[in-house]
């Protein structure tokens, strides 16, 4: 097979088609590295925010109220066990 040194219009598309796929997917790799790293991050943050907002709702433990808050809790289960 002789090798030629001219460059027709098939070999010239397909290389340029193959650097621009090969561009394209490190492109999107890339951007899905960056995406998953915001949505984790994200993730925890809304954990955080959660944990607070349900520590906020508990009263405090040295009072009289924690009791309360503990047997309106039981009360709500038994009523959704009786269901």
Do not use: D, H
Request: positive net charge; glycine residues 4%.
């Amino acid at each position: 097979m002789k090798a030629t040194r001219t460059l027709s219009f098939q070999r010239i598309f397909l290389l340029f088609s193959t650097v621009l796929l090969v561009g394209l997917l490190l492109n999107t790799l890339c951007n899905i590295f960056w995406l998953a790293i915001i949505l984790g991050a994200l993730f925890s943050v809304s954990i955080l925010v959660l944990s607070v907002c349900r520590a906020l709702n508990v009263p405090s433990v040295c009072n009289k109220e924690y009791n309360e808050y503990l047997e309106n809790g039981k009360a709500q289960l038994k009523e959704l066990l009786k269901k």
